[in-house]
C-alpha cells in the first residue's frame, strides 16, 4: 500500500504536458501526411489516362508498321501499302490455334463479300506457324487473300497471342483491334460504323475548311 | 578539436567511398565487352513475357516470347542501343512489358518514393536518437533511480 505520508507528486514522472505532446501530436501529424500521400497516389492513379483500359493496343491512332513479304499461296511480293487508300483487315492466325479455325469461314465469307470486289482489304500475317500447314489449310478450307509470314511483323504490332485483328483505316492510321475470333456480320458492321464516322470528321474538317 | 572531428568522420567517410564505388563498379561492370549473343539475353531478361506470370521474355519458351527474343536479337545484330530497343518494344507492348518501369511520368513514382521514404526516415532517425540522447541527459529518472524510489517507498509503507 502507498504510505499516506508520500504524496504522489514526489514520485519522479515525466512531465505530463511535455509528454503528451510529444507522444501524441507527432504520430497524428505522421499519419495525416501518409494519408493524404496514400489518397493523392489513388487519386492520380485512377483518373489518369489509362486507367481501366490497360489492356488495349498502343499502336491504336498510330500509323500503321509496315507489313511486306511473299506471299505464302502465290509466292509473289506483297506490302500493306498496296492496299493504301482502302480500308484494309489484318489477320494475325496459325492453324494450330483454335479460334483461328473456326474465325475462318468468317474471314472467307467477309473476303467473298467486302474484298473481291475491290471495296476493302485483307491480309493475313502468320504467327508462329510451318508454311506447309498453312498452304495446306488454305487449301482444305478456302480463302485466297494474301499471307504473308514474317515473324517481325507480329512484334511490330504488339500481338500477344492469335486470333488478332486489326483494321487499318484509308489514311494508313490503326483504328481498331479486335483480339480473339472476328465474326463476319460484326466485322462488316465495325467496318461501316469507323468508315461513318471517317466520313463524318472528314466532312466536318473539309466544312470547318471552306468559309 | 579539428583532430578529434576528424578521428570521428574518417571511419564514416571510408565506408562512404567504399559503398559509392562499389555501386559504381556494380552498375557499370559488364556494360562493355559483352557479346551480341549476351546483350540479346541481358535485354530480353528486362521484358517481360506478355502472356505468362513472372516470367521475362529470356526465360520464357512461348510463341509470344520466342517472337520478341528473336526480334531483340535482330536490332541488336543491327547495331540499335538497349535503351532503342526497350523503348521500341514499350510503344508496341505498353510500358507494362519493361521488367523496369519507366523513369518519367508516373512510373518516376517508384524510383523516387524509396528515395524520399529513405532519406526521410534517416532524418528521421536522426532527430530522435538526438532528443533521446537529449533527454537522457537531461533531468529523466533512470532505471537506477525508480528502483531506489520502489524500494523508498517500500520503506515508507512498512
Not at chain 1, 493504301?84 to 490455334?97: L, S
Not at chain 1, 482444305?140 to 499471307?147: L, S, V, Y
Not at chain 1, 488478332?164 to 479486335?178: D, L, M
Not at chain 2, 521514404?117 to 537529449?134: H, K
Request: neutral net charge; aromatic residues 6%.
Amino acid at each position: 500500500m502507498l504510505s499516506p505520508g508520500l504524496p504522489s507528486e514526489q514520485v519522479p514522472q515525466p512531465v505530463p504536458g511535455q509528454q503528451r505532446r510529444n507522444s501524441w501530436a507527432e504520430p497524428r501529424v505522421v499519419a495525416l501526411c501518409v494519408g493524404a500521400i496514400v489518397v493523392a497516389l489513388i487519386a492520380v492513379l485512377a483518373t489518369r489516362e489509362t486507367a481501366g483500359k490497360s489492356q488495349q493496343s498502343p499502336i491504336l491512332g498510330q500509323v500503321a508498321p509496315a507489313i511486306s513479304g511473299i506471299d505464302v499461296l502465290s509466292k509473289r511480293p506483297i506490302k500493306l501499302s498496296d492496299a493504301e487508300g482502302r480500308w484494309t483487315v489484318v489477320n494475325f492466325f496459325a492453324t494450330w490455334c483454335t479460334p483461328c479455325v473456326a474465325e475462318h469461314d468468317d474471314l472467307v465469307r467477309f473476303h467473298e463479300s467486302n474484298v473481291i470486289n475491290g471495296e476493302d482489304a485483307l491480309l493475313a500475317v502468320v504467327f508462329d506457324d510451318a508454311e506447309s500447314d498453312v498452304k495446306k489449310f488454305f487449301e482444305e478450307r478456302g480463302g485466297g487473300w494474301p499471307i504473308v509470314d514474317e515473324p517481325k511483323v507480329a512484334v511490330d504490332y504488339g500481338v500477344t497471342g492469335v486470333p488478332e485483328t486489326y483494321i487499318i483505316a484509308p489514311n494508313g492510321k490503326v483504328v481498331a483491334s479486335v483480339r480473339g475470333g472476328v465474326n463476319d456480320e460484326a466485322l462488316v458492321a465495325k467496318l461501316d460504323d469507323l468508315k461513318a464516322q471517317f466520313a463524318a470528321v472528314n466532312s466536318t474538317v473539309a466544312g470547318s475548311t471552306t468559309p | 578539436m579539428k583532430g578529434g572531428a576528424m578521428k570521428k568522420w574518417a571511419p564514416l567517410l571510408l565506408m562512404l567511398a567504399v559503398v559509392l564505388s562499389a555501386l559504381a563498379v556494380g552498375s557499370l561492370q559488364g556494360n562493355g565487352n559483352q557479346t551480341p549473343a549476351q546483350r540479346t539475353v541481358s535485354i530480353a531478361s528486362r521484358v517481360r513475357c506478355p502472356t505468362c506470370q513472372g516470367l521475362s521474355v529470356a526465360q520464357s519458351k512461348t510463341p509470344v516470347s520466342r517472337g520478341i527474343f528473336d526480334e531483340i536479337e535482330r536490332q541488336v545484330a543491327a547495331g540499335r542501343s538497349d535503351a532503342q530497343i526497350t523503348s521500341y518494344l514499350a510503344s508496341r507492348y505498353g510500358d507494362s512489358i519493361l521488367t523496369n518501369p519507366p523513369s518519367s511520368g508516373i512510373g518516376a513514382v517508384v524510383w523516387v518514393l524509396p528515395v524520399i521514404v529513405l532519406a526521410g526516415a534517416a532524418g528521421g532517425l536522426a532527430m530522435s536518437l538526438r532528443r533521446w540522447r537529449q533527454a537522457r541527459s537531461a533531468s529523466d529518472p533512470t532505471s537506477d533511480d525508480l528502483d531506489l524510489v520502489t524500494r523508498a517507498r517500500a520503506e515508507a509503507a512498512s
